[in-house]
């Protein structure tokens, strides 16, 4: 199994990215899904998940209404869209217990 994360880059405040989390050897029904990320000096969040129970998605009070979580056959996107400074955090998506590598996003005029 694999889980390849790619789209982070730096941004100016109120832009917009997405990020995309490539997968093999999954099928991603079967799975939780769920983009976090880690900020400098602070603990691994969720910010946005989708349940593997009945396709439930949440997310995370600070991106709601700018953050969109969705999924194809093999990929897992996140896209971004009026980023702030302090969505600034490299990104990580997990599939069930299944980590990624992350992807840095920096929000900074």
């Known amino acids: 199994v694999q889980l390849q994360a790619s789209g982070g880059g730096l941004v100016q405040p109120g832009g917009s990215l997405r990020l995309t989390c490539a997968t093999s050897g999954f099928t991603l029904d079967y799975y939780a899904i769920g983009w976090f990320r880690q900020a400098p000096g602070k603990e691994r969040e969720g910010v946005s998940c989708?349940?593997?129970?009945?396709?439930s998605i949440y997310y995370a009070d600070s991106v709601k209404g700018r953050f969109t979580i969705s999924k194809d056959n093999a990929n897992v996107y996140l896209q971004m869209n009026s980023l702030k400074p302090e969505d600034t955090a490299v990104y990580y998506c997990?599939?069930?217990?299944?980590w990624g590598q992350g992807t840095q996003v920096t929000v900074s005029s």
């Open positions: 989708i349940s593997s129970k009945d396709g």
């Open positions: 997990r599939i069930g217990t299944f």
